[in-house]
Every structure is written in structure tokens, then in C-alpha cells.
């Protein structure tokens, strides 16, 4: 059997099934009578901009910010690339000159809003009178304070000049339709790049509650802010939100669904876990190995020959000195646990093609991984410790190497159990 | 749904299929014509010894060592409480004393030897001429050196007097039945408790590779231990284990699989994840809370109503000030992932009665559990960074208390998803 390849050949399916060029066509409203003003943000901004373009019949224009890297060639429609995840003045920028070229729209227009992961960062314009530090400021401390994500997201919404349904506020009276490649738990709309097209439940009362809740100091010109009436976010039944059209074209379960058809074909019973699991990287890995050992040795949760399948965004916490992403550490710490188990076989690689920060997408863990790391004088449990898991499977050829993918529906991790010979 | 009511049932259907009471009377041997020796360790050692003699027809004789606090009312058999996981004298004294009454046995005598988790620090004793620090020392070199546990564990028996073998050749030419409750993933008799009756495949030459391997320094007495022939494990082959039965009467699997009965009969399909799952206790949560919200989604990898079921021993790594064990650890942190999910409730706890050092098994996650904390002013996201939550269980009435159960399968984890209204 080779795993290598129907491992390869997974990960390339659930790619697939979040890419532009394969999910953007399909989801294309026909053109306006009007202009087609296209803007958007995300790592997959300038693949999905071509992938308009390529598909489009009447005239277009617009701007797209994407992290640097990630472009595309476009030819009417202006693509900037940008700090992420921590934003910079070309983010800032484009997304000034976005919120700019909403201004003066007719009823017969169209903006194509093209949202991905990443978007938030990308498109981060803090709302009139606040400044970036003050907010940058204040999200540190929503993160240390306990709040949920909701109660996180309502602040930040209220502190923006685009979240929130913000953008689709600019636009109108134009039609918005905006589509959506889904890197969040859940596929929530409102969450996805913080939600600029759509409308919100949340109130600036609200996000004061909050603040006073966990106690956050903010300064006296952020509150003054969030009791002035221009602070509320527009909200569902706002009549400026009759043109809009939310669409969510691509989410990690498509990606992992696509991955699983890819295994059934070649007989391997598909069991996806969870498309949002999240955790630190080794310890999600460790969990993963439990599953699989009592899959060898019971058929439980699934019979062999099958494939375990999940998505989400593990975290590293970094301690050692070493390199390596989320993936190869997921990777690296699964196969001490499983520490030699026979006709077992793994991938773990983010759908974006970028490991962390590292030049690869993530790794591939083959039966022999641990006799061949051996023989190579490497102590893969010393590595890990190092958070140096890269430098394995470097070693061993083992990487897995895409480049930017041009989308992003976060990490692909597929464990593959042979029947027992 | 009286939640509260069947996840405890669970719990108590796990913790019975593992019970001495259950499973030692059907696996007992006939009265042999001698005389009947019993000995054995480990947190079950006094339950088990118990057992004996209530189903036991001829003379009975013994001694058996537990964990403080885990003893049972024995009439014939003496029982020794000493410490774990850290050996003391009372424990190594009972070792000794264990070693001589298996001295001078005949051919038609027998030795019921009754072995569970905690039994290989309960029954610690030094091959002659070895300390018990440097025992210690080599023990903690080993763990910082990325040693796999099976280059640990050969180690560990070239040191011990009983050991890998060593307590079944001390009782050679009485017979031998050995039975032990397994609290080790794989239930190698080999490995549970380091395997007193269980032949030895490594050999000394074998531990001094080990030792180089990994740079470990041992102080010269110790080489020339394991240079010595004595200091060679019994092989197996060896005719002294003519006479020897190993035996595995309980293990995890086997309360993973009681739990899943009761989930089923109630309505709920199991899905038992794995019976040895590992890892940081707050992300083994993370991980369950996003499998459990995938089949709240997705009905993957099982529809609702189900009862997704794990056991294994998580650890944790303690940075706050707080109280608890990993299995109240873990359900807090399940519970801030689900964030509200509906229809959702757990239990975690431990199978021997003590979440870690606690007086708690564990604790009960309802659906309103996030609720009624934020009710009570409690802050579970601080609770958990400060590695306090077991106030949270404890201030809302939902830990598990059972006191010491008098067996160890490992921690017992449950999950119902109710299908939704």
C-alpha cells in the first residue's frame, strides 16, 4: 500500500474542494445593470479575485487585500498584499481605500465582497477616534480576561469602522453579495472575518457590559466613543441591509468530506472526528494516537482498514529553541505515542500551505518514520521538547511542500489504519 | 433527561466491572494440596486479597500491600498500607518480607499472587547491592533522556529484586497464579506492575545499551550489577515458570465496555473512543469538546443521542495555585469549549475513587453548568489557568465522591448528546 500517495492524494482533495477556482464560479450572481465593484480580504482574497475575473462576462473593477505571499495575477481588479496575522500599514491602507470606493454607490451596482481567512487582520480599520494601539491594546486584554468569543467579538465590532455589517452599510444602496471561505468553528457568518457583511445582534451597551464585566481599563476616549450613538453597529431588519447576500462557499467540513470520498475510493472506511479541533498540537496528537491504538486493537471507534479525519486549528506553546508548525509537532508527537504501531500511517498539513510560519505546509508520518529518524541519530522525543519537529522530517524528506494553496479552511489531519495482515 | 443520574451510572457500571469482588472469585484456581501463599501490590491488593478469602475453601495465608487509605477488612491475609506513587519503608519492608515467605515453598504449594496499578511502586525493592537513589536517579535520567518505555522498563527490571520476573522464580517450585487488574495501556502482563511473574525478553546487556544509548552516567556499583550474571532477568523458557499462570481479569476496555451497556440501554448509542487516551487533561478536553460538536453538527462520527466514552490517564501540568485533579481539569475545560452547547453533559473521574491527590473521583458537567457558575460569580476560564477547578465543581455540588473504589482501571470519561428537540 502507498500510504505516502493516498495520504498526498487526501489532503490535495480537501484543498480542492475549498479552492477558488472550484467553488467561487458556482456561487456568482449574474451581472448588474450597474457597475461590479469587487473588494474583499483574506488569504484566499486574490485567487477568489481571479477566479471572478475568469468567470465574469460584463465590466469589473476593485481591491483585495491579501497576506503577502498569497497573490494572484488579476488584470482589473488591484490586489495589495499585507501584514498578517499582525496587521500593518498596507492593510490599513487598502482598507481605508476599500471603505472609500464604497462611498457614491447606485441601486443598480454590485460589490462582490470576497472574504476568507485571514480577513480580519487584513481589513483591521479601527473606527473613527480610536487608535490602532488602543485597540490593539484592548484585545490583549479581552484575551487575558476570561470572556468568551462572543462576548470578545462584540467589543471588537464596536471598535471598527468594517465589522460588524459596517461594509455592507458603505456599500448601499448597492447589492452586496458577499462569499465566504469559512476558516471558523462553526461556519457563523457573523464570525468569518468578523462578519463586515452582516448584520449584528450585539449592542454598544453590550460591549461596555463586557469591558466592565472583566474589568478592562480603556481610555477615556474609547468609552466616549462607545457611548456616542455613531458606535452601533448596524443590525438585522436594518433596511440597508435589504441588497445583501451572505453566501458561505467553502467550509473545513467540505475539506474533510472531499478528503473522506478520496478514502473511501481507496477502501479506506472514512471516520471524520470533528472539523474544529483545537488544543495544543502535541497533546491533540497524543489523543489522536489513543484513538487510533483502539482502532488496531479493538475496531473501535471504527474497523481497519479506515481513515480518522479531522480539521481545526491546533496551537503550539513554544518553549524550545527548535522550528516547526502546529502540524509537524501534531505529527511528531502521534508517532512517539503510537511508537511503532504496524500498517499506520499519517498527515497533518494547514489547507493555507503555510505550517505556522515555516516554508512548509505540514508532514507526512510513514510506519518506518521512527526506525528511519533512528538510524539517523535523531531523538525525536529531545526534538519535541524543542518544539523542533520540522528539522525531523526535513530530515527524513518527509515534508510536505505546497506553497500558498490560495485558501484557507484551516488544518487537514488524516490518520490512516491498515487492516492487520 | 435525568443526565446526573445515568452519566453516574455509568461511572458506577465501569467501576464495578473492574471491582475485585466481580472479577478476582471466577478466576481463582483449586485449593492446591500445600499450602496457599498469597502476596500482591497495587491500589486494588486488599479488595483482591478480600476476595480470596471469601471464595477461597482450604488454608490461606499471605500478605499484600496497598496504597494508604485503600485497605479492605482481611481476616487471614495481612494487609500492609504503604505510599504511592513515592516508595516508602513501610513498602519497601513489605517487599522484603514478601520475598522471604516465598522462600522454602514445595512443589505442591501455591502462590496467589494479586497484582494492580500502583503495585510497581508499592512493591519497589532494589536488587541487592543497588540503593534506592540510585535507583531514583537512573529512573529520572531515564525519563529526561527519550528512552521509549520499553527501554525504561528494561532498565527498571535489571535493578529490582521482583521485577520482570523475578517474584514468580522467588516461588519457583510452588505454582503460581497471577492475577492483575490492568491499568496499562496495551494490558501487557508484562508491563502491569513491571510484570513480578512475567518472563523477561531483555537482557542485561540489553539495559547497559540503553544506559549508553542515551549517555545515562550510573554509579559503578550499579555496572558492575548488571555485569554480574546475577543480576540477568529469568528468560522465558525458563523451567522455574512451569508452574506460573499470568492472568489479566480486568482491564479498562472491560469498564469502557460496562459503560457503554448502560449507555445503551438508555437510549444512547456508545462510541468508546479509546481506552488509553493521554495527554495535558485540559487539551484532551478541548479535542472531546470538538468531536462532541461535530456530532452535534454533523451527527459524525455518531448521530445523537450517543455516549462518546474514553479512558486513560491524562496528566497535568500545574502553573496556578489551585485544587484539582486532571479529570475535573478536563471538564472544565470541555465545558468552556462547548460553551453552552445544548443538550450536552459529562462526567470525568477517576476509576480508583482519587482525582490525583483530591478527595474527589471527579465531577459532573451539566448543560447549565457555565450558567449556574456564572451565577455564582465564578470565572471558570481564571479557575482553569489557575488550575482550580475543582472549586468550580465544588462550589456547584457536581463533584463525584465515592471515596477509594478498591480497584484502578484509569479515568472513566463520558459525553451524552441528546438529539436535539
Avoid at 483585495?64 to 488591484?78: K, L
Avoid at 472583566?214 to 468609552?223: A, H, N, Q, T
Wanted: aromatic fraction near 2%.
Amino acid at each position: 500500500m502507498n500510504y505516502r500517495k493516498l495520504l498526498r492524494d487526501m489532503f490535495d482533495a480537501a484543498v480542492a474542494a475549498a479552492s477558488p477556482a472550484v467553488c467561487v464560479p458556482r456561487h456568482l450572481p449574474p451581472p448588474p445593470k450597474g457597475r461590479t465593484l469587487v473588494v474583499g480580504a483574506g488569504k484566499a482574497a486574490a485567487a477568489m479575485a481571479a477566479a471572478v475575473e475568469g468567470n465574469w462576462s460584463g465590466p469589473l473593477e476593485g481591491l483585495v487585500v491579501t497576506r503577502y505571499g498569497h497573490t494572484a495575477p488579476c488584470r482589473r481588479i488591484e490586489v495589495v498584499e499585507a501584514a498578517h496575522p499582525v496587521p500593518d500599514a498596507a492593510g490599513r491602507e487598502a482598507a481605508r481605500r476599500i471603505v472609500e470606493k464604497l462611498g457614491g454607490l447606485a441601486p443598480e451596482d454590485l460589490v462582490l465582497c470576497l472574504i476568507s481567512g485571514g480577513g480580519s487582520s487584513l481589513l483591521a480599520l479601527p473606527a473613527p477616534g480610536i487608535s490602532l494601539e488602543d485597540k490593539q491594546a484592548i484585545n490583549r486584554a479581552l484575551l487575558r480576561s476570561g470572556a468568551h468569543i462572543g462576548e470578545m467579538n462584540c467589543v471588537r465590532k464596536h471598535l471598527s469602522a468594517i465589522k460588524g455589517g459596517r461594509l455592507a452599510v458603505a456599500a448601499a444602496p448597492a447589492a452586496v453579495v458577499s462569499l465566504m471561505i469559512s476558516d471558523v468553528p462553526g461556519d457563523d457568518p457573523s464570525i468569518i472575518a468578523s462578519g463586515p457583511t452582516v448584520p449584528d445582534t450585539t449592542t454598544t451597551d453590550d460591549a461596555i457590559s463586557v469591558l466592565r464585566k472583566y474589568r478592562i481599563e480603556v481610555p477615556g476616549s474609547v468609552l466616549k466613543h462607545l457611548q456616542a450613538a455613531a458606535a452601533e453597529t448596524p443590525k438585522p431588519g436594518d433596511r440597508r441591509f435589504h441588497g445583501v447576500t451572505n453566501r458561505v462557499i467553502a467550509t473545513p467540513q467540505d475539506a474533510l468530506e472531499a478528503a473522506a470520498r478520496a478514502a473511501r475510493a481507496a477502501g479506506f472506511q472514512p471516520l471524520i472526528l470533528g472539523n474544529a479541533i483545537e488544543g495544543e498540537a502535541r497533546d491533540v496528537g497524543l489523543v489522536h494516537a489513543g484513538i487510533a491504538q483502539q482502532v488496531a486493537r479493538y475496531g473501535q471507534p471504527v474497523a481497519p482498514p479506515c481513515a480518522l479525519i479531522s480539521g481545526g486549528e491546533a496551537t503550539v506553546t513554544v518553549r524550545g529553541d527548535g522550528r516547526g508548525g502546529r502540524n509537524t509537532e501534531f505529527l511528531l508527537s502521534l508517532g512517539i505515542a503510537l511508537d511503532g504501531q504496524s500498517a499506520t500511517a499519517a498527515i497533518a498539513a494547514d489547507t493555507d500551505g503555510i505550517d505556522g510560519s515555516e516554508d512548509n505546509a505540514g508532514a507526512l508520518l510513514l510506519p518506518d518514520t521512527l526506525d528511519r529518524a533512528a538510524r539517523a541519530g535523531l531523538n525525536p522525543k529531545a526534538r519535541l521538547a524543542d518544539n523542533d519537529a520540522y528539522a525531523v522530517f526535513a530530515q527524513l524528506g518527509d515534508l510536505v511542500m505546497t506553497g500558498p494553496t490560495l485558501t484557507n479552511v484551516n488544518d487537514f489531519r488524516a490518520i490512516l489504519i491498515d487492516a492487520r495482515p
